[in-house]
């Protein structure tokens, strides 16, 4: 997948970086002990600390450490036994100490790697820099009143991680790639809840342009971009800014701009900062984070099993193509209700799984996951149990409905929730394979269509197709079509 600006002098090659704000589910703030439920009254989440007030303490809150870590070992990184929080110094209405406490020289988490389940069916690696640890600020509230605003300081000292990707995206795709597999893996390690409305993930965008071959250029950061969509817009419409600018005879600076989603534009919004502006010193306050080997380990082992091994799992066992293994494993909800799903059909089928992976894959993938998408319905909320779809399977593998009844079936019941065989009673649609019944509606269809017999019995063969349809409308698509297709070619030659 090659994205390139064809320009008036020639291509342009997009180099995309991702930095990702993502909050740390835990029950209290990084350095204190207040709470971090979304939507509480303004101000009633805030310690002393969070506040600023004089003489405060911070104090390290052991399970965002771990969470932290955790993540790491996700990620696939080194997890550095020594890490240290600075001070990151700024003034803004909503940072009431003055400075942020950040991690900069020394990141508790390392180099590391994100792949990409591209729509071929091939992967691409994605090397993330670095993760580091740090408090979120509070929010300025600018809508409550018309002359002034107010600051909300619930979100102060709420932890993040700071997950910063190597240069290594070359398109829009990539990055709503990257950050949807981003966000799986954290949703699997439980250690953020990966909700972008909410802003528990926000992504900073850096974006720059290139003739191939050439070195990087000057970048520009778009900042707290909310969703994947416009993460994909804001890098689309940058990147052509950015050609544009070159190939008119200007230059890119290096700034922070804003993205407008109802304009599509990005615009500038302050002149990028340097590290050595924000004068960053080690936080006396706060000893070096040391971590040991058995730490880690003792992490490391509790581990689930994450998206990219599940995936080859499920190739394995259940003969899948790559593509469908990873639609099937980006949420743990849609992996465990296939895993359900294929296990109850075993039962009932008795068939082999490599028989029936990919038929309930696909049942899973285009009927329940394409319904859903449009009710806005997440799989927990799924009207159909996993045990009901496989009832609805079994109606199909020992004939008493045909394939085409399935789907007719599959919708009731995502509208009634009611049992698909209770369905198939109440609405009379047991398919026919009485021979007898059969033979009768195709002798009746060949009786009232004599052109067209004639037509088969002069060679062509395609009207066989045509009178399947005729019998299969005439039984309301309940007569079996393979005995169909049979004695419809046995009479037609007659
Ligand atoms: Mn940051």
Not at 77 to 96: C, G, M, T, W
Request: overall charge neutral.
């Amino acid at each position: 997948m090659s994205y390139v600006i064809h320009g008036k002098t020639g291509d342009w090659e997009v180099v995309i970086g991702l930095e990702i704000h993502a909050q740390i589910i835990s029950k209290s703030k990084l350095f204190s002990g207040a709470a971090t439920d979304f939507g509480s009254e303004p101000n009633s989440q805030v310690s002393i600390v969070d506040a600023a007030m004089p003489g405060m303490l911070p104090v390290i809150n052991e399970y965002c450490i771990e969470q932290a870590v955790r993540t790491g070992l996700g990620l696939k990184a080194r997890i550095n036994l020594h890490s240290v929080f600075e001070r990151k110094n700024y003034f803004y209405a909503d940072l009431p100490q003055g400075y942020q406490i950040s991690q900069y020289q020394h990141p508790v988490v390392g180099g590391g790697k994100v792949i990409l389940d591209l729509p071929d069916g091939t992967t691409r690696e994605i090397g993330i820099e670095r993760l580091h640890m740090e408090q979120d600020a509070g929010k300025s509230l600018h809508d409550q009143d018309p002359r002034r605003s107010f600051i909300d300081l619930n979100r102060s000292g709420v932890a993040l991680m700071e997950i910063v990707s190597k240069p290594d995206m070359r398109g829009p795709e990539d990055a709503g790639l990257y950050l949807k597999k981003l966000r799986s893996i954290l949703r699997y390690l439980g250690t953020c809840d990966g909700n972008m409305e909410q802003g528990s993930l926000r992504a900073d965008v850096n974006v720059s342009v290139r003739k191939p071959g050439e070195k990087l250029r000057t970048r520009t950061e778009t900042k707290n971009v909310n969703s994947v969509r416009f993460v994909m817009q804001a890098i689309e419409h940058e990147a052509q800014r950015q050609v544009d600018a070159y190939e008119s005879g200007g230059t890119v600076v290096q700034e922070t701009r804003l993205y407008d989603a109802g304009k599509g534009e990005t615009r500038p919004m302050r002149a990028k900062e340097f590290a050595h502006d924000y004068r960053y010193f080690p936080d006396p306050d706060l000893l070096p984070l040391e971590l040991t080997d058995a730490y880690v380990e003792g992490i490391r082992k509790s581990l689930p099993e994450l998206p990219d091994d599940k995936k080859l799992r499920f190739i394995g066992d259940f003969g899948l193509i790559p593509y469908n293994a990873s639609v099937l494993v980006s949420e743990k909800d849609i992996a465990d209700y296939y895993e359900k799903f294929v296990a109850e059909v075993l039962v009932r089928t008795k068939l082999p799984k490599e028989r029936i992976g990919t038929e309930c894959a696909n049942v899973v993938i285009n009927d329940l996951l394409g319904h859903l998408n449009k009710a806005g319905l997440d799989i927990a909320k799924s009207p159909v149990t996993p045990q009901m779809l496989a009832n609805l399977q079994a109606l199909k593998h020992d004939n008493t409905i045909s394939g085409r009844i399935a789907k007719d079936v599959f919708e009731i019941m995502v509208e009634t929730g009611k049992d698909p065989a209770d369905i198939v009673a109440e609405k009379g649609l047991k398919q026919i394979t009485d021979t007898g019944a059969i033979e009768a509606a195709v002798d009746k269809a060949i009786a009232a269509n004599p052109t067209q017999a004639a037509q088969y019995k002069a060679g062509n063969e395609k009207v066989a197709g045509w009178f399947v349809g005729q019998v299969m409308k005439a039984t309301q698509g309940k007569a079996n079509p393979g005995l169909v297709n049979e004695l419809l070619k046995k009479k037609l030659k007659d």
